[in-house]
């Protein structure tokens, strides 16, 4: 990933663990500047997965090294750079999909579109 990046993704948390705890884990490698533990919008409660930002890429490297796979309330840690928040589709847009090796495109097909849909339909039960 990008060497630059301050930001790690810390996957396989354990779903009681809190920010304050995860921040005193991180703190021992560098400056952490924000802890943010995914929740889940319905129910409330931790997805399993945080997000860690330090002030340099040195320190968040030396976290990443140092804690990748190591224990932590009973859970190994699973380390990596944290990806580029893609916010440049709004939700359901559709993308067009690659069709071959010669890199021409062709847009999705629909579900009228498959032929094998269209010819069963009379004789599948769920179509009665």
Known sequence: MNPQNQ???????????TEDQVRELFTNYGDVAEVKIIMDRFSGRSRGFAFVRFNTSDEAGKAKEALQG???QGKALVIDWARTEQRDRPMGERRERPMGA???FRPRREWGDRPDRRENRGNDRFYR
């Open 7 to 17: 930001k790690l993704y810390v996957g396989n948390l354990n779903f009681d663990a």
């Open 70 to 72: 190591q224990p932590f």
């Open 102 to 104: 010669g890199g021409e």
